[in-house]
């Protein structure tokens, strides 16, 4: 099932994602609407509480369209190590349509998370993946990329951002 997603401006994409404790079917359900919703965006990733949902999980393919084999879900995820090297990458986000700005981040990350069956698992990945696990654990933490863009591009894209979504906030 396709679900609406929310846009900027919307209060729960500001708001911090509660701790998953309950490993069931409906949660089951939500990562597979979810994945769905991801796909046919299309995108490469996707927060709970973009669909509405404010809950610590998010979903994950960098991989293209067609060979949908690297879906990633990860449940509570927790970033334990950054790398030192980061790099600049341009980003955009299913919640904010048509923005599009380049973010610095950390190359590589070591991240912790649980499947949908509360199992932990650690993965250490870098690159687009990397960045992508990064811009999706910070929408459970209430935080955009566009919360991340600095310096003198900051006051172009506050008034981007209130002409077309009639706010910043
Ligand atoms: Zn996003």
Redesign the pocket.
């Known amino acids: 099932m396709i679900l609406p997603v929310k846009i900027y401006g919307n209060e729960i994409l500001r708001k911090k994602a509660e701790k998953i404790t309950d490993f069931n079917e409906e949660l089951e359900k939500l990562a597979k609407n979810m994945a769905e919703t991801m796909y046919k965006a299309p995108g490469i990733?996707l927060?709970a509480p973009?669909v509405g949902v404010s809950k610590r999980l998010f979903v994950a393919d960098i991989s293209t369209q067609e060979k949908k084999d690297k879906l990633y879900i990860l449940v509570n995820p927790e970033i334990i190590e950054f790398s030192e090297d980061k790099d600049k990458m341009e980003e955009g986000?299913?919640?904010i349509p048509n923005v599009y700005e380049n973010v610095i981040r950390p190359i590589g990350i070591k991240i912790k998370a649980q499947n949908l069956k509360g199992e932990d698992f650690t993965l250490t990945v870098e690159g687009l993946l990397a960045r992508c696990f990064q811009?999706?654990l910070d929408?459970l933490n209430g935080i955009?990329?566009v919360d991340r863009v600095s310096g003198f591009k900051k006051s172009i894209l506050k008034s981007k951002l209130k002409k077309n979504f009639g706010v910043v906030y």
Request: charge should be negative; hydrophobic fraction near 35%; aromatic fraction near 10%.
């Open positions: 990733g927060a973009q986000c299913l919640s811009h999706e929408h955009l990329f």
